[in-house]
C-alpha cells in the first residue's frame, strides 16, 4: 500500500456496500440459464465478451447439450458450431468439453457445491467459481471482475494496487450474509459452513397453513396441496436448523428473527 493511501475503515466500507445495496436492491445476473450445469457453462463462456453475446448462444448449445455426458461426448468441433460467435471459442470449447468429462468422471455429473473442487475443472477460476457457488448454490461469494474491482479502488476500500484476491477478501470480512432458502440449500450451507447459524420458520400447524394459503384466493387447489406436501417434508427437517422461529404474527416473529442475527454478528439488536 502506498504511504499517503488512506482507506476506509471496516464500518465505513460497510457504510458503502450497504449505500450501493439500497441504489441496486434488484441487481441480478443477466445470464440466462435453468439449472447449475447450465450455469457453470454460460459463466465460463461470459470470459472476454457480454451476458447479452453469450445468451445469443446458449439456447442452441444447451438444446444440443443438455447435460455434463452429452457435452463429454461430443467432440470438440461440435461444441465450436454452437458458440462460434463468441471470442475465443476454440479454447472455450476445449474447456467445455474438459470441465464435463470432468464433472462425469469425478462428480457422477453433477456441478460439485464447494469452492476447491470447481477451480479444479478446466476453464474456472476464483471469479467464474463465485459465481457459481453465489447463483446456483446460495453460498455468500463475491466474484471480483474489473468493475467490482475499480470500485472498491474508488471508494478506498482497497488499495489501488490491490490483486482481485486481495479485494474479494476485503469485501467478505466481517459481512453479516443473511440467504433466505429451502432445507436442501440449508443442509448445503451447514455442510460448507459448520458454524452457519440456520433457522427454520414454522408455521403454528399445518392447519394454519393451508387455512392462509386457502384465504389468499390466489392459489389453486393442485398448488395448496402440493405446498403443504412440501411442507410436511420440510417440517421433518426442522430439527436439524439451529434456531426454530414459530410465524404466528409477522411482525413479532421478525423482530425475533432480528435478534437472532444481531446476536450471530455481534450487534446490539
Not at 23 to 52: H, I, Y
Not at 84 to 90: C, D, F, N, Q
Not at 212 to 221: C, D, Q, S, V
Amino acid at each position: 500500500m502506498e504511504k499517503d493511501e488512506k482507506l476506509l475503515s471496516d464500518e465505513e466500507a460497510r457504510n458503502v456496500l450497504k449505500q450501493i445495496d439500497a441504489m441496486f436492491p434488484e441487481a441480478k445476473g443477466e445470464l440466462n440459464w435453468d439449472n447449475r450445469f447450465q450455469l457453470l457453462c454460460a459463466v465460463l463462456l461470459s470470459a472476454q465478451t457480454t451476458d447479452k453475446m453469450v445468451n445469443k448462444v446458449t439456447p442452441q448449445l444447451f438444446a444440443d447439450f443438455p447435460t455434463p455426458e452429452a457435452m463429454a461426448a461430443a467432440s470438440q468441433e461440435e461444441i465450436e458450431a454452437d458458440i462460434s460467435h463468441l471470442g475465443l471459442y476454440h479454447s472455450k470449447a476445449k474447456h467445455l468439453k474438459e470441465m464435463a468429462q470432468t464433472l462425469v468422471a469425478e462428480y457422477g455429473g453433477q456441478v460439485p457445491g464447494k469452492k476447491e473442487d470447481l477451480v479444479k475443472l478446466a476453464g474456472v477460476g476464483n471469479k467464474t467459481a463465485n459465481v457459481v457457488l453465489a447463483e446456483g448454490w446460495g453460498v455468500p461469494a463475491i466474484a471480483v471482475d474489473t468493475h467490482v474491482s475499480r470500485i472498491a479502488k474508488k471508494f478506498k476500500i482497497v488499495p489501488e494496487k490491490a490483486t482481485p484476491l486481495q479485494v474479494e477478501k476485503r469485501l467478505e470480512a466481517g459481512k453479516v450474509v443473511v440467504l433466505v432458502i429451502d432445507v436442501h440449500g440449508a443442509a448445503n450451507i451447514r455442510r460448507m459452513f459448520p458454524g452457519a447459524t440456520t433457522v427454520f420458520l414454522l408455521p403454528p400447524s399445518v392447519e394454519e397453513l393451508e387455512h392462509r394459503l386457502r384465504g389468499r384466493g390466489t392459489e389453486t387447489e393442485e398448488s395448496i396441496q402440493e405446498r403443504l406436501a412440501t411442507a410436511r417434508q420440510e417440517l421433518a427437517e426442522q430439527d436439524k436448523f439451529t434456531v426454530k422461529l414459530v410465524n404466528n404474527q409477522i411482525e413479532p416473529c421478525a423482530a425475533e428473527l432480528y435478534q437472532v442475527i444481531c446476536q450471530r454478528a455481534g450487534l446490539q439488536g
